[in-house]
Every structure is written in structure tokens, then in C-alpha cells.
């Protein structure tokens, strides 16, 4: 099979399976629920803190939808590992290496996708009810933080893929990643300081910030959470080349 059509097979498969259209979805239609609930209970209450980070404050609810990002990776690359799906697709396409780079493709490419137009819905709806209070993408900091919240969506998702080709298992991969991003993480930063802005998510939310703190600055710390991804990707490889189906 040629590239484009191993690539439009992979498509087929996402848009085929509920599980994983589901989890896209939910990326965009989760962060958009929080924002709107959010915002319209609080609005602007903290618009005058001296401490307030506007642009933070307007992607808050992309903490959800990472969630819902890391499920859709996680569930894209394990549905490969069920009742022999992965002996059909090499089956189909014998090299290996065009079948994972046409998976991940599909999945970093839908991600991003999905992840720029929930970035920009959620800082863009939540202003709505910020009244006078409301900051435009030519704030300081907004455009750059509204595209690195698409480009970070995608990045956890990539990231999640990748354990799933280690790991052949959602299950596993949703077990390791969710409690560490809502626990582990900030138990880690108390104790480590600084050096916890290195941590996978962390440093990726560092774009999201008006003025971000610490020696990394906003395209450092996404590109600390694509070197992340990268080495999650690399592993997957590993995996997928050198185990049997």
C-alpha cells in the first residue's frame, strides 16, 4: 500500500470507532463545558488580583480537556492491540515502520487540529462573560498561549500514543498518566521546585501563562514536552518493530 492510503485507512479506523472519535470529541466538548460553567459562575471575580494571570485564567479548562487528549492517544494506538487488530493492519501493511508513522500522523495531525480549534474556543467563549474585564487574543501573551494550547493538546495526546504502543494497553496507559497529571505531579513539585517545571506536563503548560515563572520560558517548556513525546514515540517504536503481533 502507498503512503496516502495506508494514512487514509488509519483515518478510517478513528472515524470508525467510537471509542476513539468519542475521545476527540470530548477533547473540544469537555473544555468547552468547563469554560462556560467556569466562567459563568465566577466570571471576573479575580480580574483585579494583583496576582491574576488573565490568559492563564482564560485556558484553565484545557487541564480537562488534556485529559480527554491523552484518553483519545491512548485509545487510538490500544485498539491495535485487540483481537488481533494489529495482525490485520501488518497483514495489510507488511512495514512496520509506514504503519506507525501513518498512525501517529493521523493522531497527532487530528489532535492538533481538534486541540488549535478548542484552544482558541475556550479562551475566545470565556471572554464573553468577562464583560469589562474581557482580554483579546492581542493581550499580552494570548495569541501565543492560544496556539500553544493547541500544540500542547496535541503533544499529550502524541505522548499518550506512544506508552500505548509500549504498553498495549489504554488501561494501563490512562492508570499511569491521569493520576500522575492530577496528583503526582504537583506532590513532585512541592518537593522538587524548580525542577519540576521539567515534568512532561509542567513544562508544556508553561505557554499557557502571561509571564511564565522559572529559568523556562513558554516555547522551552513545550518543547521540554516534546522531547517527552518524542522519547515515547521512540519507545512505541521499539516495541511495535521487535515484539510480535
Same mark, same amino acid.
Given at each position: ?53 488573565? %490568559?492563564?485564567? *482564560? +485556558?484553565? #479548562? &484545557?487541564?480537562?480537556?488534556? !485529559? /480527554? @487528549?491523552?484518553?483519545?492517544? =491512548?485509545? $487510538? ?73 493547541? %500544540?500542547?493538546? *496535541? +503533544?499529550? #495526546? &502524541?505522548?499518550?500514543?506512544? !506508552? /500505548? @504502543?509500549?504498553?498495549?494497553? =489504554?488501561? $494501563? ?73
Amino acid at each position: 500500500m502507498s503512503p496516502t492510503a495506508v494514512l487514509h485507512s488509519e483515518w478510517i479506523k478513528v472515524r470508525s470507532l467510537r471509542s476513539i472519535s468519542g475521545s476527540l470529541s470530548a477533547v473540544f466538548l469537555v473544555t468547552l463545558a468547563i469554560t462556560v460553567l467556569t466562567f459563568a459562575i465566577d466570571g471576573g471575580a479575580d480580574a483585579d488580583s494583583a496576582d491574576a494571570d488573565p %490568559v492563564l485564567e *482564560a +485556558l484553565y #479548562a &484545557l487541564n480537562f480537556g488534556q !485529559l /480527554a @487528549a491523552i484518553s483519545f492517544g =491512548a485509545t $487510538a494506538l490500544s485498539s491495535e492491540f485487540v483481537n488481533g487488530a494489529l495482525r490485520i493492519s501488518l497483514s495489510a501493511v507488511p512495514r512496520r515502520g509506514l504503519f506507525y508513522a501513518a498512525k501517529m500522523t493521523v493522531v497527532g495531525g487530528l489532535a492538533l487540529g481538534v486541540g488549535l480549534v478548542t484552544s482558541f474556543a475556550a479562551f475566545l467563549v470565556g471572554q464573553l462573560f468577562m464583560g469589562e474585564d474581557a482580554i483579546g487574543l492581542g493581550h499580552p501573551g494570548a495569541l501565543r498561549a492560544a496556539l500553544g494550547g493547541g %500544540v500542547y493538546l *496535541a +503533544l499529550m #495526546a &502524541l505522548f499518550a500514543a506512544g !506508552l /500505548a @504502543a509500549l504498553l498495549r494497553s =489504554a488501561v $494501563a496507559v490512562l492508570s499511569l498518566l491521569i493520576p500522575f497529571i492530577l496528583i503526582a505531579s504537583f506532590v513532585i513539585g512541592d518537593i522538587a521546585g524548580e525542577a519540576a517545571q521539567y515534568l512532561p506536563d509542567r513544562a508544556g503548560q508553561l505557554v499557557l501563562h502571561e509571564s511564565p515563572d522559572g529559568s523556562l520560558g513558554p516555547w522551552a517548556g513545550l518543547a521540554v514536552t516534546a522531547a517527552w513525546t518524542a522519547a515515547a514515540l521512540l519507545a512505541g517504536w521499539f516495541a511495535v518493530r521487535n515484539r510480535d503481533a
